[in-house]
């Protein structure tokens, strides 16, 4: 079975800004354009049944769409870096969105995930970078930002064992609703222009 996560995927602008990051740090690989997304949460190895469940779960969760911003960049792993990445504006919606996601695997039996949900889109694994040459990488790239997107729909990935993550594949897409579509019809008519 392959492994499942909950994500978001990053519109091709944005994707071609975020490439615009790559190299320049001596020991890093950097992740393919292609498979750049913001992990909402990691489900890991689960059977057909559970998987099936979840999809189901998911397929019920009504949210708005919401506008989201990639801004700054930064690494995980202080003393030995692991990885950089850029970071995510903080909408409210998108904590919302992980938390019900939380929620539901959770009540399917999945283990609570350990680690604080830090909304990031990983640029590249780090197998031998000097913490000076991330310093310097960092440094000369914390003014990054991308256009604001709106975010309309999350999606169920899997990933296959290989190194350094990807290629993965979409295995399910769950629409957000329009804002518009979730205020109440009202049997009033329009006001008239006065064009």
Same mark, same amino acid.
């Given at each position: 079975? =392959?492994?499942?996560? #909950?994500?978001?995927?990053? *519109? ?37 049944? %559970? ?6 779960? @998911? ?5 708005? !769409?919401?506008?989201?911003? @990639? #801004? ?19 909408? =409210? !919606? ?5 938390? !019900?996601?939380? /929620? ?6 999945? =283990?609570?995930?350990? /680690?604080?949900? %830090?909304?990031? &889109? %990983? @640029?590249? /694994? @780090? /197998? ?21 997107? %709106? ?21 399910? &897409?769950? =629409?957000?609703? !329009? ?10 008519? *329009? ?5």
């Amino acid at each position: 079975m =392959p492994r499942l996560f #909950t994500a978001l995927e990053i *519109p091709r602008n944005a994707a071609m800004s975020l490439s615009l990051l790559r190299g320049g740090l001596p020991g890093a690989r950097w992740i393919d354009v292609e498979n750049y997304h913001i992990t909402l949460r990691f489900i890991g190895d689960v059977d057909n049944r %559970t998987a099936d469940e979840i999809v189901d779960r @998911l397929d019920r969760i009504e949210r708005p !769409e919401f506008q989201l911003q @990639l #801004t700054g960049t930064g690494a995980f792993g202080s003393k030995k870096p692991h990885s950089v990445w850029a970071g995510v504006s903080n909408p =409210p !919606e998108l904590y919302a969105l992980q938390a !019900e996601i939380e /929620r539901i695997c959770q009540r399917l039996g999945l =283990p609570a995930d350990p /680690r604080k949900f %830090t909304p990031h &889109v %990983t @640029l590249g /694994r @780090l /197998r031998s970078s000097r913490v000076e040459d991330v310093v310097g990488y960092l440094s000369g790239r914390g003014g990054f930002y991308t256009n604001p997107f %709106t975010v309309s729909r999350f999606v169920l990935l899997s990933s296959r064992d290989s190194i350094g993550g990807g290629p993965y594949i979409t295995e399910e &897409v769950f =629409p957000l609703y !329009e804002r518009s579509s979730s205020l109440p019809m009202s049997d009033e008519q *329009p006001s008239k222009s006065m064009l």
